[in-house]
Structures are given as structure tokens and as C-alpha cells.
């Protein structure tokens, strides 16, 4: 059992190690901090840390640094999350406000976040499995070539230039318009495509042009459908490349593939305030125990999605959760402002 004291030792040395990025001896936390107890009393504390697999030593002879282990619990009891700055919130607000699109908003999202933190920022879509499709759009851009727009309750906007088999002129438009719009306007994005798929079962729709809008309606709401994910800083690693025990290969492999850190971030379990962070080897059956992630829920018309970081294991995790939480808290208030406006 580690005593409340020995807590506080495991928190000063996270806390210097993060910040000198050099191993923490006794004697230094005598100076940095008012224990009131001698420097032996001190290394008797950071022996039983060192029992318990919550600190460890680099070297021989040297002091000591945080374990995965010695992470985690730093960050489930002695993390004090410390509020932003009023310059932060203010970056915050400015950088957010009046994007152009869902898109716009989720790329300032995650540029703000890494400017704010220093590491990778990463930021779930919201889910458009359960929006609905509130209104679609034909226009004619040739008599066989056609500009098709898909509208959800959720923010997700798509457009696509498709060919047409067969010349079709304005009146053509406005029947095509009218009967798909009929099929799929006020479902959900599920429902819809259902239903087109219905119609391009039945053999009694010879329509070509009908068929063909159908075909592509449907690939463009199975895209509302996908889990999507947007990161930016990716750069930071390299420069934080020595905080690495190993490669950042895999960092930069799931970063490109983005399929991991999807899964990874859906998995993450969150507390009561919609925090969450996977520690180091908690990451190794996803290929990721040399980084840390930390992660703040945010409110969508779809329902939740996550907003964070990640970076190597030697992180401020308190605050880059606090960073992750405001950005988040931000982020929900744009969305339900924009689905207010709708």
C-alpha cells in the first residue's frame, strides 16, 4: 500500500520528470517541495513506489521516473486539471468562430488543439449513422452530366458530379427531383438508402437516369455512414522523437492508416466527466505502447464523439486534458448552435 505522503511523491515526480525531462532524486524533491521530512525519508517513500511498479530507475544510481503504471494512477487520482488561460479560451473562440462547413470546423478544431498542446491533435467526425437526410439537391450541369447534394440534420453535407446514360433536360430534373427527394427526405441516412436499394431490386424501375442517381445517392450515404477522424501536428513527433523508448513508426502508420486510432478512440472508457486516457502499454494490443492518448467527449446532433491528443507517455496530461475538455466544451456549443440555426 502506498501512503498518502508516498502519493504525493508519485505527483512531484511525474510533475518534475514531464517538465526537466531528467530523472527525479530524492534530494530534489526536498528542495521543489515542503514535506517537511529529510531527503532518507524521501527515498524510503520512492522505494515502495518503486515495489509497487510505480516508478523506476533508468539507470543505477540515478533517480527515478514514472512508470506506465505510476501514469496512470497520477492520472485517475492526483491530476489537477488547471483551467486555460483567458488568452487559450480566447484563442479558442477566435479560432472556431464562423467556419465555413462541418469540414472547416473540424480542421480549425484540430489545428487549435495542437497549437494549444504541442502534440497530435485528433478529432472524431460526428456520427451521421442515426441523422437524417433533410434535403437533396439535382442540378444540371450538362444535358448528361449532373450535380447531386445531400443534406443531413446532423451537419454532414455531401456533393458529387456523377455522368448520366441517357440527355435529360429541366423537366426531366424536376421529376427525378421530386421522386427521390419523396423517398428519402426526413429518413435516416440508413432508412434512405435502404429504400433506394429497394428500388434498384425492382425490376420494374427501367428508368436508366433513375437508376443511376439511385446507385450514387446510396455510395454517398454510406459515406455519412463511416467513422471519419481528422488530426493535425503530426509533425510534433519528430520533434519529440527522444521521448520515445522506440520507433515512432507505428505512430505515424496508425496517424495514415487512421483505422486504428478510430477503434482506439471509440474504446477508450471515458469517467464522469467525459474524460478519458490510454496509457502507454494500455496501447500495445493496438500497436501504440509508446504513446499516451487523452480524450474529451463532445455533444453532437448525432450523439457523442471524442476530441484529443496523443503523444509520448511523458506528457502533461493535466493539461492536455484540460485543453481537450474546452476545445470540446466549444465544439458542442458550435454544433448545437448550428443545429438550433437549422
Known sequence: ??????????????????????????RSIVNRYSFGVSAATIRNDMALLEDEELI????????????????????NHLAQLRPLTVAQRTAI?????????????????????????????????????????????????????????????????SQRVTALPEMVDESDLAVLRARLS????????????????GLLDDDMTKDAVLRTLSSVVIDELGEFRQERLVMAGAATLARRGQDFRGSIHPL?????EQVTL?????????????????????????????????????????????????????????????AARAVARYLSRMLDEDEAGR
Open 262 to 322: 478510430l477503434r482506439l478512440m471509440s474504446e477508450m472508457e471515458a469517467d464522469a466527466h467525459g474524460l478519458s486516457a490510454s496509457i502507454g502499454t494500455e496501447n500495445a494490443p493496438f500497436g501504440l505502447g509508446e504513446a499516451s492518448i487523452v480524450a474529451s467527449d463532445y455533444a453532437a446532433p448525432g450523439g457523442t464523439a471524442r476530441v484529443g491528443v496523443m503523444g509520448p507517455t511523458r506528457m502533461d496530461y493535466p493539461s492536455n486534458l484540460a
Open 1 to 26: 500500500m502506498v501512503s498518502e505522503r508516498g502519493l504525493q511523491v508519485l505527483r512531484a515526480i511525474v510533475q518534475d520528470y514531464v517538465e526537466t525531462h531528467e530523472p527525479v532524486g530524492s
Open 182 to 197: 419523396a423517398m428519402i427526405t426526413g429518413r435516416a441516412v440508413s432508412e434512405a438508402a435502404e429504400r433506394l436499394q
Open 56 to 75: 523506476t530507475a533508468p539507470h543505477t544510481s540515478s533517480g527515478r521516473v514514472p512508470t506506465d503504471k505510476g501514469y496512470r494512477v497520477f492520472v
Open 93 to 157: 473562440e477566435s479560432f472556431l468562430t464562423d467556419p465555413a462547413d462541418l469540414d472547416d470546423l473540424m480542421a480549425r478544431t484540430v489545428r487549435v488543439l495542437t497549437q494549444l498542446t504541442g502534440q497530435v491533435a485528433l478529432a472524431q467526425y460526428p456520427s451521421f449513422a442515426r441523422a437524417h437526410v433533410t434535403h437533396l439537391e439535382l442540378v444540371l450541369l450538362a444535358p448528361n452530366r449532373m450535380l447531386i447534394v445531400l443534406v443531413t440534420d446532423a451537419g454532414g453535407v
Open 252 to 256: 505515424l502508420e496508425a496517424i495514415e
